[in-house]
């Protein structure tokens, strides 16, 4: 069973930037599709940005422009730059790896933005 540990998660001003990490352990996450979501109190899971498998990048509207997905294949790690955060940002973040049948998720980790 693979398994994701996200980290960076934290509290930051709205204009700030934070970065987060997804760490992928007993999968090789270069041959899955990488995604990150994030969930507000009361609202359903909404999907953020992904890294495919074969190299294309796709963002939701409201990120576009502000957020930056990555990965580092040496460390098997996916990241998530988000700049010129907003207090609509706020939410816990999770990543995603999924390959075919294979879906795994993360613990999550919370994003604050607030003055």
């Known amino acids: 069973q693979g398994q994701l540990v996200e980290s960076g998660g934290g509290l930051v001003q709205p204009g700030g930037s934070l970065t987060l990490s997804c760490v992928a352990s007993?999968?090789?996450?270069?041959?899955?599709?990488m995604g990150w979501y994030r969930q507000s109190p009361g609202k359903q899971r909404e999907w953020v940005a992904t890294?495919?498998?074969?190299?294309?990048?796709r963002y939701a509207d409201s990120v576009k422009g502000r957020f930056t997905i990555s990965r580092d294949r040496a460390k098997n790690t996916v990241y998530l730059q988000m700049n010129n955060l907003k207090p609509e940002d706020t939410a816990a973040y999770y990543c995603?790896?999924?390959?075919?049948?294979?879906?795994?998720w993360g613990q999550g980790t919370q994003v604050t933005v607030s003055s």
């Open positions: 995603n790896a999924i390959r075919g049948n294979n879906e795994y």
């Open positions: 007993r999968i090789t996450s270069s041959t899955y599709s």
């Open positions: 890294s495919a498998s074969g190299g294309a990048i």
